[in-house]
Nanobody, 126 residues
Framework: QVQPVESGGGLVQAGGSLRLSCTVSGRTFANYCMAWFRQTPGKERAFVAGVSLSGKNTHYADSVKGRFTIARDNAKNTVYLEMKSLKPEDTAVYYC???????????????????WGKGTLVTVSS
């Protein structure tokens, strides 16, 4: 079973930065498109950022474009989300997700994800 495990969440003031990490055990990491989603109470899980198999293709939600950066290290089975200029509206539980793929594309729909982490809470104070 593929099990993403997130880390790096916490409390940060508006304007601050935080880096999230997601590690997946096993030798299958390079076969998965990786993405970050976030969810707040009463809302559906929303796409934040995604990266393709090779890492050369990335996509971001408009709300985080220019502030967040996603990257992957296939040798370490790890995907990162560097978050800068954080805003209170960024407060959410952030989930790491994996989508099995044979193409170097970014998958953005939550229903297209095959495996999910348990989430890590990011709280941005105003």
């Amino acid at each position: 079973q593929v099990q993403p495990v997130e880390s790096g969440g916490g409390l940060v003031q508006a304007g601050g930065s935080l880096r999230l990490s997601c590690t997946v055990s096993g030798r299958t990491f390079a076969n998965y498109c990786m993405a970050w989603f976030r969810q707040t109470p009463g809302k559906e899980r929303a796409f934040v950022a995604g990266v393709s198999l090779s890492g050369k293709n990335t996509h971001y939600a408009d709300s985080v474009k220019g502030r967040f950066t996603i990257a992957r290290d296939n040798a370490k089975n790890t995907v990162y989300l560097e978050m800068k200029s954080l805003k209170p509206e960024d407060t959410a539980v952030y989930y790491c997700a994996a989508s099995f793929s044979q193409a170097d594309i970014v998958v953005v729909g939550h229903r297209g994800m095959d495996y999910w982490g348990k989430g890590t809470l990011v709280t941005v104070s105003s």
